[in-house]
C-alpha cells in the first residue's frame, strides 16, 4: 500500500489481514510437521512435506527456498518474553535459572523473487519462536507490523557483517552466519549462545558490544514501487482513476487486475489494456468494474527494485493451514520483486436538482446571483443565475453519490441598492438512487428611498416675505407640513423623509408663498416627485420675492364751467375752449410722475440743507 510510514509507504502485512487466531496446540503441531523429532523449530528450514502445501498469492514478492551458511548451535531461549532492554550487556556465562537450552540452526535463509527466481537474497531470522519452512511465501513489510522489539540495533547489525562485510574475522563464513544469527536473537528473543559454542559466543557478544555503542539506524526506506493515489472512486459504469504506476529507475511495472476488472489507457476506456500489462514507470491506469464482477477491484503492481538492507518480510498469509511464519529481515541490499496495491470504489449515483424561484415586488429587478452546492469531496458545484428575471431558474448536477448529503448555499443573491433580497438557503438534500431536489425562493423587494424637500428663496425683495407654508403629501406613507418662518432670507431650506416606500407619488404644494402688500412671489410649484427604490429624491420649489411698485394716482379732473366754447376750439361743439388743459393720456401719467419726483427730490434737498451742521 502507499499511506507512509515516515518516509516511506505503508505496506500491509497480508498476514494480519488474512491469518485467523489459531489454538497453541495448533502452532506446536504446524511445527512438528515442518521439523523432524528433537529438532528445535525456531529457525530450521526444511522442504516442505505434503502435510502442508506452500501457496502464493497476488501480492507475494519472494519466496523462501532454502538456507544459506550457517551451523546448529546451542542456546538458550528465555522463559519470560519480555523484550530486553537493549543496552543490557552480554552475559559472561551461561544462565543457571529462567532459560530453557534449545539447539538451533543458526545462519542465513535463501529467498528468490516470485517473477524472476535467479533473483536471490539471504535473509535472517527475527523472531526465534515461530517457524517456517520451504516455498513459503513473504511480502515486505514495516518495523511496526513486524511487532519485533530492537530492530534498529538488528540493522545496524547487517550493516556491519557477514553477509555485507567479511566480520567478524577470524571465523569461517558459516561461524560468521551462526554468530550473526545470535547476536540479532538477543536484541530481539533475549537468546544466549551456549558456552559450548566456544566461537561463535565470543563473536555473538563482541557483535552485540558494538551495536549497543553504536547505536540503532533508522528505518530503511521502502522498495521504490507506488501507485498514485492508494484508492480511487467513480460511478458505476465509469472508470476510477487516474493510478499513476511508478518505480525505482524507470523501471518496467506488471500491472493487473482481478477478474472482472477491467484496465484501460484512458478514462473514456477506449483504450483497454492486456491484464496483465507490463508498461512504462509513469503510466496512468483506469480500473472499470465489468457488470456482475464480484472481486474487489484492485489495482496491483509488480516490479524488481532495489531493496535495502534491514527491510523486514512477513509471511503472506496464503499457505493453507498455516497461520504464521518467521519474520525475516534482508540481510544484504538486493535487487527484489516489490508489490504495490490501490483499490477503487464503484457506487450508485443520482443527481441532484435545484429550482431557483422569485417572489415579491421587485422579483425580476434583482442582479446576477450564484448558488454553491457541496456533496462532499469531489462533488462540488456552482451555478450563475441570470439577472432581471423573475421566472424560475433550474439547474442539474448529475453524478453525485448516492447517500450524500447535498447543502446549497447562495453566497451571492443580486442585492443591490434598489432591491434587499431574502434567500432560504441553505438547504440540504440526500441524494437517493431516484435523485434528490431543493428549491431556492429568493423574496425581492425595493429598497426605501428618501424625500428631500427644498424652498430656495431669492430676489431683490427675499427677506420681506412673509411665512411661507408647503404642504407634503406622499399618500399613506408621508402627510406633513413645512413652515419656514416670515422673514427667511435667501437661501435654501430641506427637510429630509427617509425610508418612504418606492414607488410612492408625492405632491408638494404652497397654500401660502410669503406675498404680501409689500412683496410679489412668483412659485414654481406645486411639484410632484416620485419615489425612487434606494437612492434619494428631490423636490424643489422656487419662490421669486420681488417689490410691490408704488403707483401714483391720477388727480382727479375738475368740472368744467358751462359756458359756451370758443370758435375753433376742440369742444364738443368744434369750439375752441379757453384756458390750459393737459391731455391725461399715458405720456401725461409719466410727466405727472416726473414732476413729482422732481418736488419730492427738491424738498428732500431742502430738508437736509435745513438740517445740516452749520460751519464755522
Not at 504495490?340 to 429550482?355: D, I, P, R, W
Not at 433580497?421 to 425581492?444: F, L
Request: charged share 15%.
Amino acid at each position: 500500500m502507499n499511506t507512509p510510514r515516515g518516509g516511506r509507504p505503508l505496506r500491509r502485512s497480508r498476514a494480519a489481514l488474512r491469518a485467523t487466531l489459531v489454538s497453541a496446540l495448533a502452532v506446536l503441531a504446524s511445527a512438528a510437521l515442518v521439523l523432524p523429532a528433537g529438532q528445535s523449530a525456531w529457525a530450521h528450514i526444511e522442504e516442505a512435506i505434503p502435510a502442508i502445501e506452500p501457496a502464493i498469492g497476488p501480492d507475494t514478492e519472494i519466496r523462501l527456498v532454502g538456507t544459506g551458511p550457517g551451523q546448529n548451535i546451542q542456546g538458550f531461549e528465555p522463559d519470560d518474553t519480555t523484550p530486553i532492554d537493549p543496552l543490557t550487556p552480554y552475559p559472561v556465562s551461561d544462565p543457571a535459572s529462567g532459560y530453557q537450552p534449545v539447539s538451533n540452526f543458526a545462519g542465513t535463509i535463501v529467498t528468490a523473487s516470485v517473477s524472476d527466481p535467479s533473483l536471490t537474497a539471504e535473509m535472517y531470522c527475527i523472531n526465534l519462536r515461530v517457524a517456517t519452512e520451504g516455498g513459503i511465501g513473504y511480502e515486505s513489510g514495516t518495523w511496526a507490523e513486524s511487532n519485533v522489539p530492537n530492530i534498529g540495533y538488528v540493522t545496524y547489525i547487517l550493516n556491519s557483517y557477514y553477509p555485507t562485510t567479511d566480520q567478524p574475522s577470524g571465523l569461517t563464513a558459516n561461524q560468521r552466519a551462526a554468530a550473526v544469527q545470535a547476536a540479532i536473537w538477543y536484541f530481539t528473543d533475549n537468546y544466549l549462545v551456549s558456552s559450548s559454542s566456544t566461537a561463535v559466543r565470543a563473536a555473538a557478544a563482541a557483535i552485540v558490544t558494538a551495536a549497543q555503542v553504536a547505536g540503532p539506524l533508522e528505518e530503511p526506506p521502502a522498495p521504490d514501487l507506488t501507485i498514485t493515489p492508494a484508492t480511487a472512486s467513480a460511478p458505476i459504469g465509469a472508470s476510477a482513476g487516474p493510478y499513476r504506476v511508478a518505480a525505482e529507475g524507470a523501471a518496467d511495472v506488471t500491472i493487473s487486475a482481478p477478474e472482472g476488472v477491467s484496465l484501460f489507457a484512458d478514462e473514456a476506456a477506449t483504450q483497454p489494456l492486456a491484464n496483465p500489462s507490463t508498461v512504462a514507470s509513469g503510466t496512468d491506469v483506469w480500473l472499470r468494474s465489468d457488470p456482475g464482477a464480484t472481486e474487489e477491484p484492485v489495482l496491483r503492481a509488480r516490479a524488481v527494485v532495489t531493496v535495502q538492507t534491514g527491510e523486514v518480510y512477513l509471511y503472506d498469509g496464503e499457505t493453507p493451514g498455516l497461520a504464521d511464519a518467521q519474520r525475516l529481515i534482508l540481510a544484504k541490499t538486493a535487487e527484489l520483486d516489490a508489490t504495490a496495491q490501490a483499490t477503487a470504489e464503484f457506487f450508485a449515483v443520482g443527481e441532484l436538482t435545484v429550482t431557483k424561484s422569485f417572489v415579491g415586488a421587485a422579483a425580476g429587478q434583482q442582479a446576477a446571483g450564484r448558488l454553491e452546492v457541496d456533496c462532499g469531496e469531489g462533488y462540488t458545484f456552482d451555478a450563475d443565475v441570470v439577472a432581471e428575471t423573475g421566472e424560475a431558474q433550474t439547474f442539474t448536477f448529475p453524478g453525485i453519490p448516492v447517500g450524500a448529503v447535498c447543502t446549497v448555499t447562495e453566497p451571492v443573491t443580486g442585492e443591490t441598492a434598489a432591491v434587499v433580497v431574502t434567500s432560504d438557503a441553505p438547504q440540504d438534500a440526500v441524494i437517493t438512487d431516484d435523485g434528490a431536489s431543493i428549491e431556492i425562493v429568493n423574496t425581492v423587494e425595493f429598497r426605501p428611498g428618501s424625500l428631500v424637500v427644498k424652498k430656495v428663496i431669492d430676489g431683490s425683495a427675499a427677506g420681506l416675505q412673509g411665512e411661507i407654508v408647503l404642504d407634503v403629501d406622499c399618500g399613506p406613507s408621508l402627510q406633513t407640513t413645512v413652515v419656514i418662518p416670515a422673514g427667511s432670507p435667501a437661501g435654501e431650506y430641506a427637510a429630509e423623509y427617509p425610508d418612504l416606500p418606492a414607488g410612492a407619488e408625492c405632491t408638494i404644494t404652497e397654500p401660502e408663498d410669503g406675498r404680501s402688500s409689500l412683496v410679489l412671489v412668483e412659485t414654481s410649484g406645486p411639484v410632484n416627485a416620485l419615489i425612487e427604490p434606494g437612492s434619494t429624491t428631490e423636490a424643489v420649489v422656487t419662490n421669486t420675492v420681488e417689490p410691490v411698485v408704488p403707483v401714483t394716482p391720477a388727480p382727479p379732473v375738475p368740472d368744467r364751467p358751462s359756458h359756451p366754447a370758443a370758435p375753433g376750439g376742440n369742444g364738443p361743439t368744434g369750439l375752441a375752449s379757453t384756458g390750459s388743459e393737459i391731455p391725461w393720456g399715458p405720456a401725461g401719467v409719466a410727466v405727472l410722475a416726473v414732476i413729482a419726483g422732481f418736488a419730492f427730490t427738491l424738498r428732500e434737498v431742502v430738508r437736509r440743507r435745513r438740517t445740516a451742521p452749520q460751519g464755522r
